[in-house]
């Protein structure tokens, strides 16, 4: 069986993995565009901020470990051309301009994301730079020793984390974003207004709610323009979201709108023996019930490994994503999981939440702390749809459990009711997850009181 693998990150890395362990006697052919395989995109920040010395330590598997095992890795070669039909591809090296042509008998996308990159007037000046891969990471730091002023468009994930990193290593930082707040996808304000506090105290100037227009400089960046005012900037990193890499195949598999592959519970595409993974697909979400994009190295690892093991036979079905994630930005540990009541609205979901902030030990413990957490539930079915915790301690593996509960299409009523043990070092006798969602079902209690 001769298998063809684009794209060699974190569903890449998976798909080989696991089709190695199953399939010891197939061949496999990979083409990656850039030097190395299983980059930890999410260690950048780490990385500019100083917590992680050795960038070889982002990567979690080599060009060498694979080729030790037979694996054929055609590295800096890039796929021009695939014809799904003729089941062929061609690919060029980026060293020698040289293109071959392969054949194939199964085919693994894993061609990952882009940023999303704007035609912005300047963006091609110097220092303006993007985040994303290692080559990346390298010319933040390189470009970042010499500067003052750091801007960062964009206000996710990477872009707050990146924003600590640089005032902790002593930069004048500015963030932007069009929305009002930052992480507006991920959480309500009550769990970003900690954090934006806690910027405005390390000096970080918050320029909200407007949009670059252009970018000015002579040869490297100097200012950045909105359509509210105007920034000064020595280094400007991009991180306004990502796009579903998918231009080569796009026109030959079913997508969505945005160019996500549409994938059934096997990781099988609209074409037989054609299998993607990751960020360049589309995945099943659970809360919605719904294809989505979510672009996440946790979706792409379990993704590429059930590519492996549905390569020859369908057995192994996806059981779908809540887009969990969680994030530590100074002393706030943060996450996520499922939609926000905003996210819900826009998805035609009728839904209601429940709020509680409480010290999560009992009162006579000496050492205390405060959790916030908010549920999110389906108005109809009392399924629970969503959750949000912020805290000073690291409360954030509550979330996971929740992230359980949603992939299972609990009730309020369930998790209320849920067994969760009791030790004063850690918990009260009613855990603040069961706490939430007695919340929970006391206001639609008296909902129905009220209705009545």
Same mark, same amino acid.
């Given at each position: 069986?001769?298998?063809?693998?684009?794209?060699?990150?974190?569903?890449?890395?998976?798909?080989?993995?696991?089709?190695?362990?199953?399939?010891?006697?197939?061949?496999?052919?990979?083409?990656?565009?850039?030097?190395?395989?299983?980059?930890?995109?999410?260690?950048?920040?780490?990385?500019?901020?100083?917590?992680?010395?050795?960038?070889?330590?982002?990567?979690?598997?080599?060009?060498?470990?694979?080729?030790?095992?037979?694996?054929?890795?055609?590295?800096?070669?890039?796929?021009?051309?695939?014809?799904?039909?003729?089941?062929?591809?061609?690919? =060029? %090296?980026?060293?020698?301009?040289?293109? #071959? !042509?392969?054949?194939?008998? &199964?085919?693994?996308? /894993?061609?990952?994301?882009?940023?999303?990159?704007?035609?912005?007037?300047?963006?091609?000046?110097?220092?303006?730079?993007?985040?994303?891969?290692?080559?990346?990471?390298?010319?933040?730091?390189?470009?970042?020793?010499?500067?003052?002023?750091?801007?960062?468009?964009?206000?996710?994930?990477?872009?707050?984390?990146?924003?600590?990193?640089?005032?902790?290593?002593?930069?004048?930082?500015?963030?932007?974003?069009?929305?009002?707040?930052?992480?507006?996808?991920?959480?309500?304000?009550?769990?970003?207004?900690?954090?934006?506090?806690?910027?405005?105290? =390390? %000096?970080?100037?918050?320029?909200?709610? #407007? !949009?670059?227009?252009?970018? &000015?400089?002579?040869? /490297?960046?100097?200012?950045?323009?909105?359509?509210?005012?105007?920034?000064?900037?020595?280094?400007?990193?991009?991180?306004?979201?990502?796009?579903?890499?998918?231009?080569?195949?796009?026109?030959?598999?079913?997508?969505?709108?945005?160019?996500?592959?549409?994938?059934?519970?096997?990781?099988?595409?609209?074409?037989?023996?054609?299998?993607?993974?990751?960020?360049?697909?589309?995945?099943?979400?659970?809360?919605?019930?719904?294809?989505?994009?979510?672009?996440?190295?946790?979706?792409?690892?379990?993704?590429?490994?059930?590519?492996?093991?549905?390569?020859?036979?369908?057995?192994?079905?996806?059981?779908? !994503?809540?887009?969990?994630?969680?994030?530590?930005?100074?002393?706030?540990?943060?996450?996520?999981?499922?939609?926000?009541?905003?996210?819900?609205?826009?998805?035609?979901?009728?839904?209601?939440?429940?709020?509680?902030?409480?010290?999560?030990?009992?009162?006579?413990?000496?050492?205390?702390?405060?959790?916030?957490?908010?549920?999110?539930?389906?108005?109809?079915?009392?399924?629970?749809?969503?959750?949000?915790?912020?805290?000073?301690?690291?409360?954030?593996?509550?979330?996971?459990?929740?992230?359980?509960?949603?992939?299972?299409?609990?009730?309020?009523?369930?998790?209320?009711?849920?067994?969760?043990?009791?030790?004063?070092?850690?918990?009260?006798?009613?855990?603040?997850?069961?706490?939430?969602?007695?919340?929970?079902?006391?206001?639609?209690?008296?909902?129905?009181?009220?209705?009545?």
């Amino acid at each position: 069986m001769k298998v063809a693998v684009i794209g060699c990150t974190h569903a890449g890395t998976a798909a080989i993995t696991n089709v190695l362990n199953l399939y010891p006697d197939a061949q496999i052919d990979v083409f990656e565009k850039n030097d190395n395989v299983s980059f930890l995109s999410c260690g950048i920040a780490l990385y500019v901020g100083g917590v992680v010395e050795d960038a070889s330590g982002l990567f979690y598997a080599s060009v060498e470990q694979f080729e030790k095992h037979g694996v054929r890795m055609h590295m800096q070669n890039e796929v021009t051309n695939c014809n799904i039909q003729d089941k062929t591809l061609e690919a =060029k %090296d980026l060293k020698t301009e040289k293109i #071959q !042509t392969y054949t194939y008998d &199964k085919l693994i996308v /894993t061609t990952g994301s882009w940023p999303v990159t704007p035609p912005i007037p300047g963006s091609d000046l110097n220092n303006v730079v993007l985040c994303k891969n290692y080559d990346h990471a390298k010319e933040i730091i390189r470009r970042s020793e010499s500067v003052d002023k750091v801007v960062v468009v964009g206000a996710g994930y990477i872009g707050v984390e990146l924003v600590e990193a640089f005032q902790e290593n002593g930069k004048n930082v500015t963030l932007i974003d069009a929305e009002k707040r930052i992480l507006n996808r991920y959480l309500d304000e009550t769990f970003t207004t900690p954090v934006e506090q806690s910027f405005k105290d =390390k %000096d970080i100037h918050l320029a909200l709610d #407007q !949009t670059v227009s252009s970018f &000015k400089g002579t040869e /490297t960046v100097e200012k950045v323009v909105t359509d509210k005012g105007e920034y000064d900037a020595d280094l400007v990193v991009m991180c306004i979201g990502f796009r579903p890499n998918t231009e080569l195949v796009r026109d030959q598999l079913h997508t969505l709108k945005n160019g996500a592959i549409v994938v059934d519970p096997y990781m099988q595409t609209s074409v037989k023996d054609v299998y993607a993974a990751g960020d360049c697909c589309a995945v099943s979400y659970n809360p919605t019930k719904e294809p989505a994009y979510i672009p996440l190295a946790t979706n792409a690892v379990r993704m590429g490994t059930l590519v492996a093991h549905n390569l020859v036979e369908s057995k192994l079905a996806y059981p779908g !994503t809540q887009g969990t994630s969680g994030l530590k930005i100074y002393n706030h540990h943060i996450a996520s999981t499922g939609l926000t009541e905003t996210a819900a609205a826009d998805s035609g979901l009728q839904v209601r939440s429940a709020y509680m902030e409480d010290t999560y030990r009992p009162e006579f413990m000496p050492k205390n702390d405060v959790v916030k957490i908010k549920l999110v539930y389906e108005v109809e079915s009392h399924r629970v749809v969503g959750a949000q915790l912020i805290a000073d301690s690291d409360f954030t593996q509550a979330i996971n459990t929740v992230s359980v509960a949603i992939a299972n299409d609990m009730t309020i009523e369930q998790l209320a009711l849920t067994d969760f043990f009791f030790q004063p070092h850690f918990n009260k006798p009613v855990n603040f997850l069961n706490q939430v969602a007695l919340n929970a079902m006391e206001a639609e209690a008296k909902q129905k009181t009220t209705q009545a």
